[in-house]
């Protein structure tokens, strides 16, 4: 079935008469995740909150329109791992730059970029083109972020870690290996004392800080902890498409 609000599944007889408010883009990465997750799992996870968030909020009336992903992210930490791809930001501005060209000419002047990857930085990039193209109103959603991950699950961690494992045990389990072949995703901490209170950053080296590419034990993984919270991400998401939607963006504030 053909889902209107999908951009590579929808046609020119619908979109030719057609007003979109909202222009949704999912940016992932393609990258190791553990041993047991799809080097995909960033995709995966942003395509599919992409879209039933804007399936929520387009059954509420809501004009929004999801652009086919972006599949990689800024993966420079990790150039030693196999495979993983990295798109470097000066390459992410210059594909946001086109793309938002588009729709400023069009006539839709509101973008949200629904990040799905930790690497992908996107504010300074956001900074310079919103003041190129001042018509736009220009936003970045990282889901990750969006709920109280302690909430739906026992483990911390940001990567191939039991909130991911649980996803895709959800979103796509074909593709996760058997648990006997799960790391225990044990991170090795940075010996200076700043780099670990949040306040002082500098780029994890991957294959530094991981034996097997995970941060976080995925040991209490289900399929149904990963509906929950996909289904509680997709909620708060919709709403904030919504919002946006209807919002008169040169008045947004009180």
């Not at 951009?7 to 008469?17: C, F, I, R």
């Not at 992210?73 to 196999?82: A, H, R």
Request: net charge negative.
């Amino acid at each position: 079935m053909i889902r209107p609000y999908i951009l590579a599944e929808t046609n020119w007889k619908h979109l030719k008469n057609e007003t979109i408010e909202l222009a949704v883009l999912p940016w992932g990465a393609t990258e190791a995740h553990n041993y047991h997750l799809p080097y995909g799992t960033d995709i995966f996870e942003g395509e599919s909150i992409a879209a039933e968030s804007a399936r929520i909020a387009w059954d509420k009336g809501a004009k929004v329109m999801v652009l086919p992903s972006i599949p990689f992210g800024v993966n420079t930490g990790q150039s030693d791992i196999y495979l993983d791809i990295n798109l470097n930001p000066s390459t992410q501005f210059s594909i946001l730059s086109d793309v938002i060209e588009v729709l400023n000419r069009q006539g839709i002047y509101k973008l949200m970029v629904l990040n799905s990857h930790g690497g992908n930085d996107l504010k300074s990039i956001i900074r310079e083109l919103g003041l190129k193209y001042p018509k736009m109103f220009l936003c970045i959603t990282n889901w990750f972020k969006s709920l109280d991950k302690s909430i739906y699950f026992e483990a911390s961690g940001d990567h191939a870690d039991e909130m991911e494992t649980s996803l895709i045990l959800y979103l796509k389990p074909e593709l996760v290996l058997p648990k006997a072949e799960w790391g225990d995703g044990k991170e090795k901490k940075n010996k200076i004392k700043g780099f670990s209170e949040d306040w002082a950053w500098t780029e994890r080296p991957w294959s530094q800080i991981s034996e097997d590419t995970g941060v976080g034990n995925p040991k209490a993984s289900t399929r149904e902890k990963g509906e929950k919270f996909f289904n509680a991400v997709c909620e708060k998401m919709s709403r904030l498409m919504i919002d946006i939607s209807n919002a008169d963006t040169n008045n947004l504030y009180e």
